[in-house]
């Protein structure tokens, strides 16, 4: 045997050997590179598809929509705005423009009460639209408290509850947020909302915080007794650290039925990217000093806000491009023409459509005819449609001893305008459900002259104890000027006259007085009502939107319908040195 040869051999094979170890550590150490590189990844939440360039997505949010997937209120046809419709149709272009990574809908709250065709459908029509048009989250306003709010609003597991119209039929899976919301009896969080959500989009997880203000005050009191709300923003930011922590979400939203400020103002901007909010109908879209950005869509459907979403490949987020769209400002645009056709969404007009054939009989009855227009103004003072509702109030229970009428300027929800060009306008069922379309229940309470001057103080600090009234008129003084905050002012009443020339003792507390006024007014914390008991059992009491409806009609039948409107003072400011006198 040749040894000098097997000992190159030997010796070539041990260096094969060593070649093929070093292989496999240089094999290992890369594999572990990779892993450790993927780690970091994850960690920022930066998969492989994230590093390549930053996503743009689009945040689009609506609010208090209160019903109005369509704006009905004049009766004519050739004239409703198609408004969700239209809506849909800029949210479905921008999907599909390629400007953006993606789209991500909010909405704040309130989305049933406040039209005849919602309450008449039980909401189904809008619970339809949100199924349609897709919407990622939505916060827990406080009118979803109005109806039965596990029934109409949201399903016990957390999302929006199912329904039916027509041949429209559906479960959406569309999360409903109020992180602090709590069962009144336990303590415990309620199961059917959820504190927050997390939205794929473009690659990219966007959580939603939900928070709901302390609205209490905003509700029917039965209505929110079994629940109480947490409004602490301590607790807020400690929950959206713990999101940010646990869920390593790209970017977060805290999505609120509360005022964008206030929300804005209180969360850390080192774990917030934006603010979406409601409740408070108004156009929000600025940005907080402490830098976080905020909108708010207004109300009724009149428009939306948006903000885009920066992500860069570093994990970087950027706000761009916030701001409020209005679409009621060209209300031609938004008519069922042939014209317009290509911008109203066609899924959504068939479920307009659905809507108004399921209420059009009942809602186009006209109940009669008024020369003067029937108007919401919100101002400290009253108004023609506060007069008038309260007239209405005072008529249904004047049989039963009511010598005045009290309600809140919040409860009335819509103007009734004459067209312009016109000297009248008929009052339809629909204008009926518009105006006051909550379903109040009237009480009727006996009081004495220094509980009735009460009661005119407290409203003038806080319209919720009813600040429009029919059946007296008094006479006030005021600390502070119209530029001092309601609530900061100080009212003294110094005379109250009844209609029919009653002059009442505002220190008087022997006589009584027979008074009407809304549930909602009746149990408002602190109300001067609180602990008596109404002169008619609440299961009897009359419902107030369907009294007004048989009330007209029996007016149409015996007069042929003319509706007379007050607009004649009911207090006066008498304060020394006022500018102008004002009227309440």
């Known amino acids: 045997m040749d040894h000098s040869r097997q000992s190159h051999n030997e010796t070539a094979l041990k260096e094969v ?14 594999v572990l590179l990779s892993v450790f590189s993927m780690a970091i990844a994850e960690t920022s939440g930066l998969g492989p598809e994230k590093q390549s360039e930053a996503k743009r997505i689009l945040v689009v949010e609506t609010t208090d929509i209160h019903g109005y997937i369509m704006d009905a209120s004049s009766g004519r046809e050739e004239i409703f705005q198609y408004r969700l419709a239209y809506i849909a149709h800029l949210i479905n272009e921008a999907r599909a423009s390629g400007e953006y990574d993606d789209v991500l809908l909010l909405d704040g709250g309130d989305l049933y009460q406040g039209t005849p065709i919602s309450y008449l459908t039980g909401g189904a029509s809008i619970r339809a639209a949100l199924d349609v048009m897709n919407y990622d989250a939505i916060a827990l306003g406080n009118h979803e ?56 989009k473009a690659g990219m997880r966007i959580a939603i915080v939900g928070y709901i203000a302390d609205y209490r005050k905003d509700i029917l009191s039965e209505k929110i007794a079994p629940y109480t709300i947490d409004p602490d923003m301590n607790r807020l930011n400690a929950l959206i650290r713990k999101i940010r922590s646990e869920e390593k979400p790209d970017a977060l939203i805290v999505l609120a039925h509360e005022d964008p400020v206030n929300v804005a103002k209180a969360v850390d901007p080192s774990v917030v990217d934006l603010v979406a909010g409601g409740h408070s109908h108004l156009i929000k879209a600025d940005r907080a000093d402490n830098g ?15 903000a885009v979403l920066v992500i860069a490949p570093n994990g970087e987020v950027t706000v761009e491009d916030v701001k409020y769209t209005g679409i009621t400002d060209n209300k031609e645009q938004l008519y069922a023409t042939e014209e317009n056709a290509a911008h109203l969404d066609p899924e959504i007009m068939k479920i307009s459509y659905a809507t108004w054939t399921a209420v059009q009989d009942e809602m186009s009855e006209v109940l009669g005819y008024t020369d003067t227009p029937i108007l919401k103004v919100n101002e400290l003072g009253a108004c023609s449609a506060g007069h008038w509702i309260t007239g209405l109030m005072l008529r249904v229970t004047q049989a039963d001893g009511a010598k005045m009428a009290f309600y809140n300027i919040g409860g009335i929800r819509a103007s009734l305008e004459i067209p312009e060009g016109e000297t009248i306008r008929d009052i339809t069922v629909y204008d009926m459900y518009s105006i006051t379309p909550f379903a109040n229940s009237l009480l009727l309470y006996d009081i004495t002259g220094q509980e009735l001057a009460m009661l005119l103080q407290q409203r003038l600090n806080d319209p919720n104890y009813g600040d429009q009234m029919t059946g007296l008129t008094f006479i006030y003084t005021a600390t502070g000027d119209s ?102």
């Not at 199961?191 to 927050?196: C, G, N, S, V």
């Not at 950005?293 to 109300?299: A, D, F, K, S």
């Not at 048989?550 to 008498?574: H, M, N, P, S």
């Open 17 to 30: 050997s060593e070649n093929e170890k070093y292989l496999e550590v240089l094999i290992a150490i890369l």
């Open 145 to 200: 408290f109005d109806w039965e709010v596990t029934e109409y609003a949201v399903d016990q597991d957390g999302t929006i509850a199912p329904y039916v119209l027509g041949d429209y039929f559906g479960d959406a899976k569309t999360p409903i947020l109020a992180s602090n919301l709590y069962d009144a009896a336990t303590g415990e969080r309620v199961r059917f909302t959820r504190d927050y959500a997390i939205a794929e």
């Open 483 to 584: 530029d001092t905050p309601r609530k900061e002012r100080e009212f003294t009443i110094r005379s109250i006259t009844l209609d029919d020339g009653t002059e009442v003792d505002i220190n008087d507390t022997e006589t009584r007085y027979r008074v009407c006024t809304s549930i909602y007014n009746a149990t408002m914390p602190g109300s001067i009502f609180t602990g008596k008991e109404p002169v008619i059992p609440l299961a009897d009491a009359p419902i107030d939107n369907d009294e007004y409806i048989r009330l007209l009609r029996e007016q149409k039948k015996a007069d042929g319908g003319y509706i007379a409107v007050d607009t004649g003072l009911r207090g006066i400011d008498i304060t020394e040195h006022s500018e102008t006198e004002k009227q309440n």
């Open 292 to 306: 976080i950005p905020y909108i708010q869509g207004y109300y009724y459907g009149h428009g939306f806000a948006s």
